[in-house]
């Protein structure tokens, strides 16, 4: 049995460990919403933006080389750019993000190189001797379109001058609230969206396939790197909102309990010095 | 009448999802008028107006560039920014309008100028549409 004194310091540890993730779970709260208002504002955009390079990419036959992130190759080395979040406490995700990867980078047979955003992810991949090509990281809670610009040059640098032949990209997607679930896919080549027969056509450029196309690939990946993070962040704050939440919520259920273990103690204690008054009182009669 | 369905979105938002009989659009070569079934093509927007004809309807949206992807049952507006005519802040766009014109007039590094057209580009496209917009209001509302 613990003494009152324990108890006490105990129940005093935990209350102040109920204030740090009371309010880390405000915080994240408040960041949430507007974090998840962004992720899901640029879903359309994004499904559009890929629908079109698809349907472009399809009608085009593969050889035809209209631009160089068009291009599809033998796949000697894969690239992963892995997203993560800078900062933990948010529950399982990073650790579902980092095992849904090394997974994956497990399960091929050509080398794969990451390309990492975000503090924690980057950590676990040096820790476990993966190539890490280029990190990112404290690109913070609202990430504007002009940080991901170099993440984006990293990627287009390394599939031009055919350093990757096939780019993944992987973060932890917003799904609600209390799910976000880890996911991985293609980014380059574009995969060509299937056609019903005889719709296939050729499209007309204006000014010219290769100037469109330039302009609208770099773009596109720039568009994808840019909505996951978005989402990443989404997830992020959701995430910990929820964590800090059920660990707010078992710190007050330990605090009622060693409560309720402190005031019997304290109760046995005085029922004791009661007896003992009264057992020497009965003595000296 | 067949129709097109013709969708606008931003990096921000869905801005505008319908079917519709005609989009005019500013393409870098100049405006076109798309209809439905038309032939499969992609071009680059320049700022500029974008109308939408849609059962004896007109709708006016000011767009600073971006791409489009017309298919015979679909039409895609990849809008850098895009917002219709009444929604324009016209305050805003002249402010926009003269301190790229201060920037042009002062001396600036290259990169600053080419910035600072585009600015200039854009307010101006804001601008013309919704003084389109209110020219056509007049008779609808008399003082």
Same mark, same amino acid.
Do not use: W
């Given at each position: 049995?613990?003494?009152?004194?324990?108890?006490?310091?105990?129940?005093?540890?935990?209350?102040?460990?109920?204030?740090?993730?009371?309010?880390?779970?405000?915080?994240?709260?408040?960041?949430?919403?507007?974090?998840?208002?962004?992720?899901?504002?640029?879903?359309?955009?994004?499904?559009?933006?890929?629908?079109?390079?698809?349907?472009?990419?399809?009608?085009?036959?593969?050889?035809?080389?209209?631009?160089?992130?068009?291009?599809?190759?033998?796949?000697?080395?894969?690239?992963?750019?892995?997203?993560?979040?800078?900062? @933990?406490?948010?529950?399982?995700?990073?650790?579902?993000?980092?095992?849904?990867?090394?997974?994956?980078?497990?399960?091929?047979?050509?080398?794969?190189?990451?390309?990492?955003?975000?503090?924690?992810?980057?950590?676990?991949?040096?820790?476990? @001797?993966?190539?890490?090509?280029?990190?990112?990281?404290? $690109?913070?809670?609202?990430?504007?379109?002009?940080?991901? @610009?170099?993440?984006?040059?990293?990627?287009?640098?390394?599939?031009?001058?055919?350093?990757?032949?096939?780019?993944?990209?992987?973060?932890?997607?917003?799904?609600?609230?209390?799910?976000?679930?880890?996911?991985?896919?293609? $980014?380059?080549?574009?995969?060509?969206?299937?056609?019903?027969?005889?719709?296939?056509?050729?499209? $007309?450029?204006?000014?010219?396939?290769?100037?469109?196309?330039?302009?609208?690939?770099?773009?596109?990946?720039?568009?994808?790197?840019?909505?996951?993070?978005?989402?990443?962040?989404?997830?992020?704050?959701?995430?910990?909102?929820?964590?800090?939440?059920?660990?707010?919520?078992?710190?007050?259920?330990?605090?009622?309990?060693?409560?309720?273990?402190?005031?019997?103690?304290?109760?046995?204690?005085?029922?004791?010095?009661?007896?003992?008054?009264? @057992?020497?009182?009965?003595?000296?009669? | 009448?067949?129709?097109?369905? !013709?969708?606008?979105?931003?990096?921000?938002?869905?801005?505008?999802?319908?079917?519709?009989?005609?989009?005019?659009?500013?393409?870098?070569?100049?405006?076109?008028?798309?209809?439905?079934?038309?032939?499969?093509?992609?071009?680059?927007?320049?700022?500029?107006?974008?109308?939408?004809?849609?059962?004896?309807?007109?709708?006016?949206?000011?767009?600073?560039?971006?791409?489009? #992807?017309?298919?015979?049952?679909?039409?895609?507006?990849? &809008?850098?920014?895009?917002?219709?005519?009444?929604?324009?802040?016209?305050?805003?766009?002249?402010?926009?309008?003269?301190? &790229?014109?201060?920037?042009?007039?002062?001396?600036?590094?290259?990169?600053? !100028?080419?910035?600072? #057209?585009?600015?200039?580009?854009?307010?101006?496209?804001?601008?013309?549409?919704? #003084?389109?917009?209110?020219?056509?209001?007049?008779?609808?509302?008399?003082?």
């Amino acid at each position: 049995m613990a003494t009152l004194r324990q108890i006490k310091r105990r129940i005093r540890s935990i209350q102040s460990t109920a204030k740090i993730t009371k309010a880390m779970e405000m915080i994240a709260a408040s960041k949430m919403k507007r974090a998840q208002e962004r992720g899901l504002a640029g879903r359309p955009y994004d499904q559009r933006i890929r629908q079109v390079l698809a349907d472009v990419a399809a009608a085009h036959s593969p050889d035809a080389d209209l631009h160089p992130l068009l291009e599809r190759r033998e796949v000697r080395n894969i690239a992963v750019i892995h997203i993560t979040a800078d900062r @933990g406490l948010c529950g399982g995700l990073n650790t579902n993000m980092n095992r849904k990867s090394s997974t994956f980078i497990l399960d091929q047979k050509a080398p794969v190189v990451l390309i990492t955003v975000g503090r924690k992810g980057r950590d676990f991949m040096v820790r476990y @001797g993966q190539k890490v090509r280029a990190e990112f990281t404290g $690109l913070g809670d609202r990430p504007g379109i002009l940080d991901i @610009g170099p993440v984006a040059r990293v990627v287009i640098d390394d599939y031009t001058n055919k350093e990757v032949d096939l780019v993944y990209l992987a973060y932890p997607q917003f799904v609600t609230t209390v799910t976000q679930r880890p996911v991985l896919q293609q $980014l380059l080549p574009v995969e060509p969206a299937e056609f019903p027969k005889g719709q296939n056509v050729e499209y $007309l450029f204006e000014p010219d396939p290769h100037y469109v196309m330039t302009q609208l690939l770099p773009r596109f990946v720039e568009m994808e790197i840019y909505h996951a993070i978005l989402e990443t962040v989404a997830s992020e704050q959701s995430a910990r909102m929820v964590a800090m939440r059920n660990a707010s919520d078992n710190a007050n259920e330990l605090i009622t309990d060693l409560t309720l273990a402190y005031n019997k103690a304290r109760q046995e204690l005085i029922t004791k010095e009661l007896l003992d008054m009264t @057992g020497a009182a009965a003595a000296l009669r | 009448m067949p129709k097109t369905r !013709l969708e606008i979105v931003t990096a921000e938002k869905l801005i505008y999802s319908e079917d519709v009989d005609m989009v005019v659009a500013p393409g870098v070569e100049g405006y076109l008028g798309i209809l439905p079934r038309h032939t499969p093509l992609m071009t680059m927007l320049n700022p500029g107006e974008l109308r939408i004809k849609k059962d004896g309807e007109e709708i006016d949206m000011a767009i600073t560039g971006g791409f489009l #992807e017309v298919r015979p049952d679909k039409v895609v507006v990849l &809008a850098d920014a895009a917002e219709r005519a009444e929604e324009i802040d016209i305050a805003r766009a002249e402010a926009a309008k003269r301190r &790229a014109e201060e920037r042009l007039a002062g001396k600036a590094p290259e990169a600053d !100028l080419a910035l600072a #057209e585009a600015s200039l580009a854009r307010a101006l496209v804001r601008l013309k549409v919704a #003084e389109r917009r209110r020219r056509r209001e007049r008779p609808l509302h008399p003082k």
